[in-house]
């Protein structure tokens, strides 16, 4: 990953959302996710923290990384995410406390998101911020894409609603709700098909770039 | 609450973290050593213990520092910050400790106590039983009973992909596909538990 720092942005870009995808790539990160995943709208919101979070703490941890310890480094990080993800909790307190409560712990979460430490070390530590910050960006929002391609099916499947807008066909009573859907084994099912399409799709960068 | 009342509930709160709120099965936490290190069952179990161990003690630590230092100071929302710290100066300790006094139990459990510092599991169950309002009782049986939870998932899965090594499995879906959808048939299973605790 460090020859990154040599070629361009959209480089680095295409890089995190398509070729490294955290989720069917390296399936990392799906631990603090996934549980949201039954509603859009809880997703969303939960995606745009992850994303924020991450470009954030990329940044950061990219402005500081001439002055961390080696040793020490993997400390400094955590902290760093820490201050981002309380950001966060607090701001959705202020502002959204019905979604807060929603997200419960998962908010919290983010910290432990193995995204966040992945993009650290991987990327961020070794590279200056711009790119790190595009990095961590993008690799929040080629992991937020799959997350609403599965919040969607999960809502629309099991609830016959998008974002809690009733869906014609699916809310009507010509579809018999899946209730499997919202419960957890539908989200274990969806990313299993979510990986096995993108896998298929898209062979060639290996499948064994995974941790 | 008599004792006997409160160890009871403590009891049902186990129990139910075991079995129908499966920390791994219903909320997803601790995802990724699940995927990564179901490979054999040997080392599903050596790291299994060390989760039921870490994390019975860190969400007592938890407890008592968010009740009786956080909460009296109101500052509630640095809980995330003291959490990891607590988390991980106990791993470190623990690691220092069994490293002095009983080597084969370090190199039996020892790689795996760094890797359970990022196991969102551990900090998760701390986060749950801060939002559950759990009294310190509770706590012990919620911190053990979701460890052994983990445990018990990691270990089954760990054995049936044992098996799985001379299954035929379609090429993009081998190595965590295939995980996840086995994991997604337990946690099936596991919802079959929900009438148990009426």
């Given at each position: 990953m460090s020859e990154a720092k040599k070629t361009g942005v959209g480089k680095i870009a295409l890089e995190a959302v398509w070729y490294n995808n955290p989720i069917f790539r390296q399936i990392l990160g799906i631990c603090s996710t996934l549980a949201v995943t039954n509603l859009v709208l809880n997703t969303l919101v939960m995606c745009a923290a992850l994303t924020a979070v991450t470009g954030l703490s990329s940044l950061t941890v990219s402005l500081l990384r001439e002055w961390t310890p080696r040793n020490i480094r993997m400390m400094v990080e955590t902290l760093i995410m820490a201050f981002y993800v309380i950001l966060v909790d607090v701001a959705l307190a202020a502002y959204w406390p019905e979604m807060r409560k929603n997200l419960g712990p998962f908010v919290g979460l983010i910290i432990t998101n193995c995204i966040l430490m992945g993009r650290a070390e991987a990327f961020a530590i070794t590279n200056p911020p711009w790119p790190s910050l595009v990095d961590g960006v993008m690799s929040g929002l080629g992991y937020s894409m799959i997350l609403v391609i599965i919040a969607v099916v999960r809502e629309l499947f099991g609830?016959?609603?998008i974002c809690g807008v009733a869906v014609p066909y699916f809310s009507s009573e010509y579809w018999d709700k899946w209730i499997i859907m919202v419960m957890p084994p539908g989200a274990f099912f969806m990313l299993a098909l979510v990986i096995w399409a993108f896998r298929s799709y898209a062979p060639e960068a290996g499948g064994e770039s995974r941790k | 609450m008599s004792a006997n009342g409160a160890l009871y509930q403590a009891l049902v709160v186990c129990v139910s973290a075991v079995f129908t709120g499966n920390i791994l099965l219903?909320?997803?936490?601790?995802?990724c050593s699940f995927l990564s290190v179901s490979r054999e069952v040997k080392t599903a179990v050596g790291l299994g213990a060390a989760v039921v161990f870490v994390m019975t003690c860190t969400t007592v630590l938890n407890w008592m520092m968010y009740w009786w230092v956080l909460v009296p100071l109101r500052i509630e929302f640095y809980r995330f910050i003291l959490f990891i710290i607590v988390i991980a100066a106990f791993v470190q300790l623990v690691e220092m400790v069994i490293e002095r006094y009983s080597p084969p139990l370090y190199y039996a459990l020892g790689i795996f106590l760094p890797l359970i510092t990022v196991n969102c599991a551990i900090l998760g169950a701390s986060l749950f039983m801060v939002i559950r309002n759990y009294s310190f009782v509770e706590t012990v049986g919620y911190g053990f009973g979701s460890g052994l939870g983990w445990m018990l998932a990691i270990v089954a899965m760990a054995g049936i992909r044992q098996k799985m090594a001379v299954a035929r499995v379609p090429a993009g879906l081998q190595g965590p596909g295939i995980t996840l959808i086995i994991a997604g048939l337990m946690a099936l299973g596991f919802i079959g538990f929900t009438g148990v605790l009426q």
């Open positions: 609830m016959g609603t | 219903t909320t997803f936490l601790g995802m």
